[in-house]
């Protein structure tokens, strides 16, 4: 299959064998799933166009990691950087910094890479119009909802290129407008470790433990594992420094649980980091790591260059992006070897949540593709510079082609998304 191109009137140029070449490089990704988990995951996938975008990121990969469209306005070592390799409007999240404000920031890192500017641009952009369409936006809100997006990173790399401090500001409820002030500060409202804590957990006879039950969220971890984990967490807070919590070192695993339907490779550890006081427990994610999205449509050099950095260990991988692209760091992030796998270890925020579809608006992707531009420059301290230097000369072009390849492709996503749907048909 051909990379992804445009037609002269901005539409996209579709090969007729495209709907056999898509069910194919979706079952051979998939093919190492158990049957069950795989019929699980195309069940998912097959709901909405956003969805089959969401878990089927490997086609974008496919149709852009050689695409000529990323020539003109990058596309070379000097916009080559971490980035997020699956940006999702729903992977920007609610958090409070260091400082304890309430903020919006990049949080999903488990697909970074290092590679082109262009494409944590699309991808956020394709995603940003299927929520549009979902919401009932007409063609032209959604040309200027994503025009407006991509002049709001362009101006926002300007900003950084000019003034370094820029990119470590925080998008906090005073710099937000709009819906995102609104999502803002009802998460204020609603969210905090007390509220976490009662979703989560329940009082037990040696304090809390997580609530698990048929009709709950959480299922118990198996007994026969749960030795080895907590081994593995307390070789992991031994490696922390510094020390996240309060003094004296305290570090106890209370419980442990899963998914209860499945899902991704991920468990949650409940941890007590004092002895008393307030907010004792934490809530610690522990994600196994695979290969990104991208990694075989990344040439040879570059895959290489990365094995270099982290060898074939994916929860570094995927820590050096977070620690490269997220303005305030996790002081819990790091990682821990188990048999099946390497996991990355992380804080599950109180605060942390993703803005609702129906609150993705014009206004909404302005502020997201301005944080993204941070994100960005904060990744390399070079690149607002090359950024600028690549797009200023044309700044109407660059736009105007964020703006027809991200509908074009949202287009084709749909169209992917049905073909897809209708497989048993054929």
């Not at 093919?31 to 019929?39: E, F, I």
């Not at 097959?46 to 852009?64: K, R, V």
């Not at 760091?329 to 990682?335: E, F, I, K, V």
């Not at 109407?396 to 964020?402: D, I, P």
Request: charged share 30%; glycine share 6%.
């Amino acid at each position: 299959m051909d990379p992804f191109t445009l037609n002269a009137d901005g539409t996209p140029a579709t090969p007729r064998t495209r709907p056999s070449w898509v069910r194919d490089r979706i079952g051979r990704f998939d093919r190492k799933l158990d049957p069950q988990s795989r019929k699980l995951k195309w069940a998912r996938i097959g709901q909405s166009p956003a969805l089959f975008f969401h878990h089927a990121g490997h086609l974008f990969w496919a149709d852009f990691a050689a695409s000529p469209l990323l020539d003109r306005f990058g596309g070379g070592k000097k916009t080559r950087l971490w980035i997020n390799g699956n940006a999702l409007f729903d992977h920007f999240t609610s958090s409070t910094d260091t400082a304890g404000r309430l903020v919006m920031d990049l949080a999903r890192f488990d697909d970074c890479v290092i590679a082109d500017y262009q494409f944590d641009l699309l991808r956020l952009g394709v995603s940003l119009a299927l929520a549009a369409r979902e919401n009932h936006q007409g063609p032209k809100a959604v040309y200027r909802m994503v025009f407006e997006y991509a002049r709001s990173y362009w101006r926002e790399v300007k900003s950084c290129r000019w003034y370094e401090n820029v990119r470590f500001s925080p998008w906090d409820e005073e710099q937000s407008s709009g819906s995102l002030r609104h999502f803002l500060a009802d998460i204020r409202k609603t969210r905090g470790y007390p509220q976490m804590l009662e979703r989560w957990t329940k009082a037990g006879k040696a304090g809390l433990r997580f609530k698990t039950s048929v009709n709950g969220e959480l299922a118990s971890f198996p007994k026969e594992g749960a030795k080895k984990l907590e081994k593995a967490l307390l070789c992991y807070a031994g490696d922390l420094k510094p020390w996240p919590g309060s003094k004296p070192r305290v570090f106890e695993v209370a419980d442990l649980a899963l998914p209860l339907n499945g899902g991704p490779a991920v468990c949650w550890a409940l941890v007590r980091m004092k002895e008393e006081g307030e907010n004792p427990y934490r809530i610690l994610e522990l994600r196994r790591e695979a290969e990104p999205f991208s990694w075989d449509f990344l040439s040879k050099k570059a895959r290489r260059k990365m094995r270099d950095l982290f060898g074939d260990n994916q929860a570094l991988r995927a820590e050096l992006g977070c620690r490269a692209l997220a303005r305030s760091q996790d002081p819990w992030l790091g990682r821990l070897e188990l048999k099946d796998g390497d996991y990355l270890v992380r804080e599950k925020s109180p605060f942390e949540a993703s803005l609702p579809v129906a609150m993705v608006d014009e206004g909404a992707a302005i502020q997201l593709g301005a944080i993204l531009a941070r994100a960005h420059c904060r990744a390399k301290d070079s690149f607002a510079k090359s950024a600028f230097e690549a797009i200023k000369a044309d700044k109407k072009a660059f736009r105007k082609q964020v703006a027809e390849t991200v509908l074009a492709y949202s287009a084709q996503v749909e169209a992917d998304h049905q073909s897809f749907r209708s497989r048993d048909a054929d």
